[in-house]
């Protein structure tokens, strides 16, 4: 069932699907996330700045991460910083 707001088409709450991270894993200087839609997004930490923390970080410290409550990005307690998951999404932040 659709619903109308003001003539614009809106659809019911349970008709969308947030997407949240699934995983987090590391390949040579990249920052590998898997997404709960199947997507995979692959960065290279030495080519973005605002991931110098991650990049400098010890490989036993790199693993020690956990996915927030909201699925919505994952955290590193140990080193006191994380990553959000959304801004990832739009392509024009990662330039």
Same mark, same amino acid.
């Given at each position: 069932?659709?619903?109308?707001?003001? %003539?614009t088409?809106?659809?019911?709450?349970?008709?969308?699907? +947030?997407? @949240? +991270?699934?995983?987090?894993?590391?390949?040579?200087?990249?920052l590998?996330? &898997?997404?709960?839609? %199947? &997507?995979?997004?692959?960065l $290279?930490m030495?080519?973005?700045? *605002?991931?110098r =923390?991650l990049?400098?970080?010890?490989? $036993?410290?790199r693993q /020690? *991460? $956990?996915? #927030?409550?909201?699925?919505?990005?994952? =955290? =590193?307690? $140990?080193?006191d910083? %994380? #990553?959000? +998951? /959304?801004?990832? +999404?739009?392509?024009?932040?990662? @330039?």
């Open positions: 069932m659709n619903y109308t707001t003001y %003539g088409i809106t659809f019911p709450a349970d008709a969308v699907k +947030l997407v @949240t +991270l699934s995983s987090v894993a590391f390949a040579d200087d990249a590998v996330l &898997r997404l709960s839609d %199947g &997507r995979i997004l692959q $290279e030495s080519q973005h700045p *605002w991931l =923390w990049l400098d970080a010890t490989s $036993e410290q /020690q *991460w $956990e996915i #927030v409550p909201s699925g919505g990005g994952a =955290w =590193w307690p $140990e080193l910083d %994380g #990553v959000e +998951l /959304q801004p990832l +999404l739009d392509v024009k932040s990662l @330039t």
